[in-house]
């Protein structure tokens, strides 16, 4: 085997990634569908942010009287400037999809788990800061989408009881979005974030060598190890070349989209938070803004860093789905997420509105504590249900369920992107 | 480290009857001492860089609120704003409206649901915001929700007949009441 490994010489490129990676990796790991190559997509999207985005830097001015004009000198004076500027936009939009695409995978390999309990809670805090890195990136160009989107997604903190309005004095750095908000964005989104993502990325890399690479069935065992050149890095090279062509072909025919110049005193309407928020936007057309704004989204974060923790019957399998039935129970659960979560929308829409029906209590209790109690009382149903029907172990009842949240997450996120318009009224996506 | 230091001890020849070494256990509390005050040097190194830092960040962000503080908006004499009706002040973020009975209140122009800005529809007397339709009424009472509560406002000072705004500070309400109202 040793023969193997040093039969063929890598060359000065892929000797850097052989410094990420051991010489030799078992075969079962580096199958595609093991990882989907998401993690490496990953990282690479970042690397081509850092790129384009050091290269906007060279041209873009940081202040509410020039940010614009700034965008408007790369677009039409600047060769490629269009041209970098939307690759710096679709690859933030890629990231984001990516990063949670490999979350998905993690979780439905049951990765999460001891030994990799740290990975995943090192993932949750890169995820959050290529989150902040989107969110602080949009406000830049300084247009109308930029300015109201970042007030309407700040207001938010308002409603977190007693400190909200300070805090959100405190990120916008005033009360409302300001030259000062400008340059503290700008600086964090092009110094303090990007350290912090190329610290954690490293020790994150670091940390699934040590838990001996990615997780692979146990039944497979004994591995049988393959040298890491070619066999990983010349898949590696096809999964980013892939990549880097679709960004090109999004970023040649999608331009990055540029309103009019921000102007604090008129509103868009609609005005939408940035697409990655829209599913909280969406709870906050059903909840009181505490529970839509603060209430279930840090629950739902608290309890997602929390699942390694959790006690399980065996060690993972490493096996998608846990099981058969485990694969069966998922299933189900997005069939009944996207049907559940379709039918309660339109319920509150066009038939029960608990704040108008109930307007004798507080808005507190009708149109929070009610609504979340029936959601939580569908998915203890629900859960009661599937556990019977399928059997479920613990591990697969984590993942059923889940999967029902972050399916309704999902479709929540979409109906609020796709199908609300003028007024945030419910409408088809051609009317928009 | 105690056997160690042993066996690397240059042979002791002559001088071993002059030289009087402290006991081992001696130098291990000197030791732990050294130690423990160099992680006390180090941590308060720390805390008056995070300190100095903080102090860096901060300082210059509360000054430049003050020189906002009093900033007063000349809107205009008083006759020249007929009852019931509203005079828009987007450069000051606020609308100057005056009620039937002759009382002027300055209203913010955000809304009080996310903070997006509010328009004035003449024909039906009432703000709107384009954002999630909020409806306030001309003294800023929410006729239509999500917007919880009233939209702010500005006090107002009349000297000499004219109508002046201070528009650098803001005052939140649950609801509109006579008392938020300056009279001529
Ligand atoms: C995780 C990494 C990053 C993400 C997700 C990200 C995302 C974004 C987004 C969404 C925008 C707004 C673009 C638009 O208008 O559509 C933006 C703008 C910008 N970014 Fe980044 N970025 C990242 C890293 C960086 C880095 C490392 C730098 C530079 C050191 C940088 C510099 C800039 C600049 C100068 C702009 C303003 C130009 C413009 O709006 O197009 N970015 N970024
Ligand atoms: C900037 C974002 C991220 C980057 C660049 C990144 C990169 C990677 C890479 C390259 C791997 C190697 C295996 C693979 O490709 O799947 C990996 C594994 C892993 N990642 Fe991430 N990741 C990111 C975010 C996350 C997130 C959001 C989570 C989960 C919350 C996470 C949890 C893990 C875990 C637990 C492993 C070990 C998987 C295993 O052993 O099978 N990562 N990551
Ligand atoms: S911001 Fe005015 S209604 Fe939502």
């Known amino acids: 085997m040793i023969n193997q490994i040093t039969e063929k010489k890598p060359k000065a490129f892929s000797n850097i990634l052989l410094h990420l990676h051991p010489a030799a990796v078992s075969e079962e790991s580096i199958s595609f569908t093991r990882t989907f190559g998401l993690g490496g997509m990953a990282a690479l999207l970042i690397v081509i942010q850092f790129i384009t985005g050091i290269l906007l830097r060279f041209y873009y001015e940081p202040f509410p009287q020039k940010a614009y004009d700034s965008i408007l000198i790369l677009h039409n004076n600047v060769l490629f400037g269009q041209l970098v500027r939307n690759i710096h936009h679709w690859s933030g939009v890629f990231l984001v999809l990516i990063v949670f695409l490999h979350l998905l995978r993690v979780f439905l390999t049951g990765a999460y788990q001891s030994p990799r309990q740290v990975n995943w809670i090192i993932g949750l805090i890169l995820f959050a800061l290529v989150i902040f890195s989107n969110f602080t990136g949009y406000l830049l160009p300084w247009d109308q989408l930029a300015y109201w989107a970042v007030t309407v997604s700040t207001s938010i903190l308002q409603y977190i009881p007693l400190v909200g309005n300070s805090l959100r004095e405190f990120v916008i750095l005033g009360t409302e979005v300001n030259a000062e908000t400008l340059i503290v964005f700008y600086t964090f989104h092009t110094a303090v974030l990007p350290i912090l993502i190329l610290l954690l990325m490293a020790y994150h890399f670091w940390r699934v060598r040590k838990s001996c690479g990615v997780i692979i069935p146990r039944s497979e065992l004994p591995k049988t190890m393959v040298p890491t050149y070619p066999n990983l890095v010349y898949k590696e090279g096809v999964v980013a070349l892939t990549l880097i062509a679709l960004i090109l072909v999004f970023a040649v025919f999608f331009n990055a989209p540029l309103l009019e110049r921000a102007n604090p005193s008129f509103s868009l309407n609609p005005t939408k938070a940035p697409w990655y928020f829209a599913g909280i936007q969406e709870l906050l057309m059903h909840f009181h803004p505490f529970f839509a704004g603060f209430l279930i989204p840090l629950t739902l974060i608290i309890l997602i860093a929390f699942i390694p923790f959790l006690k399980y019957e065996q060690s993972p399998t490493g096996i998608w789905f846990v099981s058969d039935k485990g694969k069966k129970s998922a299933k189900l659960s997005v069939v009944f997420a996207v049907a559940i979560t379709i039918f309660l929308v339109l319920l509150n829409e066009y038939l029960i509105n608990f704040e108008m029906l109930l307007s004798w209590l507080s808005p507190v209790i009708s149109n929070g504590i009610i609504p979340l109690l029936i959601v939580l009382g569908i998915i203890w149903i629900y859960s009661k249900y599937i556990t019977k029907k399928f059997k479920l172990s613990f591990s697969e009842l984590v993942q059923s369920i889940f999967v029902l949240i972050i399916t309704s997450f999902v479709v929540l996120t979409l109906i609020n992107i796709f199908f609300r318009g003028t007024n945030m009224q419910l409408t088809f996506p051609w009317n928009l | ?184």
């Open chain 2, 1 to 184: 480290m105690k056997s160690k230091k042993k066996i690397e001890k240059p042979k002791p020849e002559k001088q071993q009857p002059i030289k009087i070494e402290p006991p081992e256990d001696k130098i291990e509390s000197r030791r732990v001492f050294l130690k423990k005050l160099w992680m006390g040097l180090g941590i308060l190194a720390g805390a008056e860089f995070i300190g100095a830092v903080t102090g860096f960040l901060f300082s210059g962000k509360g000054n430049s609120k003050e020189t906002e503080a009093k900033k007063l908006i000349e809107a205009g004499r008083v006759d020249s704003f007929k009852p019931n009706s509203v005079t828009p002040f987007r450069g000051g973020r606020f609308f100057l409206a005056r009620l039937k009975d002759g009382g002027f209140i300055a209203v913010s122009l955000r809304c009080t649901h996310l903070g997006c800005s509010i328009n004035w529809e003449e024909d039906k007397k009432r703000f709107i915001c384009p954002c999630h339709a909020s409806a306030f009424s001309i003294d800023g009472d929410v006729l239509n929700p999500p917007a919880p509560k009233a939209l702010d406002y500005y006090p107002i000072i009349i000297e000499n007949g004219i109508v002046k705004v201070d528009v650098g500070t803001r005052k939140q309400r649950e609801k509109f009441n006579k008392d938020q109202l300056t009279f001529a």
